[in-house]
């Protein structure tokens, strides 16, 4: 149980253009989901928090316009990465808080490499 | 706010040794406390957790780690490592009864040699 996926696994694009990646969690409902980024042999770093039928919070520093964040139902939420340019190639990962009893742990997606061109 | 500090970024054992990764935190508040497993190119994967009760936690994989409050540690064991355990570790926490946020250590990357 407790099983996020994301889509793509990766991708490739031209800098300019926009990118969007899916976490769904699977086999529960995720009333919030959280969107890291981690950089090549570093550790991971929230970008923001996704919570279904309101706003994203996002952590200082991101840039809320760039990445767009949709958390429309219980089970998906999107990251948009608009106007992608290099410095965005990244490995982006999910994550959903688990069901009821859980206590607060996350369960995360495999994960999403973008490398911009 | 929290904190989390791992002390060694990288920890080298043989195959079938003991192996301790290190994981020491700082928070104002109560927490909870994960130790996820990455392996390359993959998402995390949950090892173990404390939240409360026996300060002993048994995870999956073989891996066991200790809640240490006065010491303010979650240091993660396994009695005999395998090939396959060869990954890197991180360690996290969140506030009790807060905002769910996790804050993760810089990570351990353990290579278990033949």
């Known amino acids: 149980g407790a099983v996020v996926s994301q889509h793509p696994s990766w991708v490739i694009c031209k800098s300019g253009t926009s990118v969007k990646i899916e976490c769904r969690s699977l086999?529960?409902?995720?009333?919030?989901m959280f969107w890291y980024r981690q950089f090549p042999k570093q550790s991971l770093m929230l970008m923001a928090t996704s919570n279904e039928g309101s706003k994203a919070t996002y952590e200082q520093g991101v840039e809320k316009d760039k990445f767009l964040i949709n958390h429309a139902s219980l089970t998906l939420s999107t990251l948009t990465v608009t106007s992608a340019h290099p410095e965005d190639s990244s490995f982006y990962i999910c994550?959903?808080?688990?069901?009821?009893?859980?206590?607060?742990?996350?369960?995360f997606g495999p994960g999403t490499r973008l490398t911009v061109l | 706010a929290q904190s989390v500090t791992q002390l060694d970024s990288q920890v080298p054992v043989f195959e079938e040794a003991p192996v301790e990764l290190r994981c020491n935190y700082s928070?104002?508040?109560?927490?909870?406390l994960f130790w996820y497993v990455q392996y390359p190119n993959q998402g995390l994967q949950l090892l173990l957790k404390?939240?409360?009760?026996?300060?002993l936690v048994k995870g999956i994989n073989g891996f066991e780690a200790e809640f240490n409050k006065s010491q303010t540690s979650f240091h993660l064991r396994k009695p005999s490592v395998h090939i396959s355990d060869t990954a890197e570790y991180f360690c996290a926490v969140s506030e009790r009864g807060g905002s769910e946020k996790l804050v993760f250590g810089k990570g351990t990357k353990l290579t278990v040699n033949p």
């Open positions: 994550s959903a808080r688990g069901p009821r009893g859980a206590g607060d742990t996350q369960y």
């Open positions: 086999d529960f409902q995720a009333t919030t």
């Open positions: 928070s104002s508040v109560s927490v909870y």
């Open positions: 404390y939240l409360s009760g026996s300060t």
